[in-house]
């Protein structure tokens, strides 16, 4: 399986007073150690160890780091990578299933769009269409205080953001995603996966056979 990394960078110009913000990825380690995590960058881990998970995420073979950044300093960033081996995600051993696993911006650069900037920037020249990627949406995950949204309006923001890279919304019978109707799985198929795959997928989606 061919991972394809094609670095692309862009230069966000300010508006009013905002500031200078680079997008930018895949990034590698190497480039990451240089950096530093914004202190708002808390969602998942302290900032420190989400740097370090960052670094480790970038060494994969097909791990992707899209990121943000105001100079030195991270402010937004996007995973992508295999899933991990304890979700039902795995169990088909998929080497061409790619999980958007993580997507974060900095509470004082939300208005800014730097969210579906990242997620684009992650799919230039076509370097993702041999790969089937996917995210899971669990509304436990949104912050729903600071963002004063309410489940089914940060729902249709998520939503809204996936299907700008063309993702949509697909069915399936995972009991976590089942457990809220808000939760969804969102999906792109590139243009070059075989139809075998889109089988084997289809496999992993419905496992209880009265709905398969």
């Known amino acids: 399986m061919q991972h394809i990394k094609i670095y692309h960078s862009q230069l ?3 508006a009013n007073d905002q500031p200078n913000i680079i997008i930018e990825g895949p990034v590698p380690a190497e480039q990451l150690r240089e950096l530093t995590m914004h202190s708002k960058l808390d969602a998942f881990r302290r900032p420190k160890e989400q740097l ?3 670094i480790e995420i970038s060494e994969l073979p097909e791990g992707r780091i899209i990121l943000a950044r105001d100079g030195d300093t991270i402010v937004g960033y996007v995973t992508f990578h295999y899933p991990d081996e304890i979700e039902r995600w795995s169990q088909g051993n998929m080497k061409d299933l790619i999980e958007l696993g993580a997507i974060e911006v900095a509470d004082d650069y939300r208005s800014m769009g730097l969210g579906k ?7 230039e020249s076509e370097q993702m269409e041999n790969v089937i990627c996917f995210t899971t949406e669990y509304y436990w995950h949104w912050d729903l205080e600071n963002s004063k949204l309410t489940v089914w309006e940060y729902r249709q923001m998520m939503e809204k953001l996936m299907k700008s890279v063309d993702m949509v919304w697909f069915a399936t019978d995972d009991p976590e995603i089942c457990s809220h109707p808000a939760n969804c799985l ?3 198929i590139g243009k070059q996966v075989p139809i075998s795959s889109i089988e084997q997928f289809d496999r992993v989606r419905f496992q209880q056979r009265f709905m398969y």
């Open 12 to 14: 966000l110009s300010p």
């Open 52 to 54: 370090e998970a960052l």
């Open 117 to 123: 900037k990242m997620i684009g920037l992650a799919f």
């Open 186 to 188: 969102m999906v792109r």
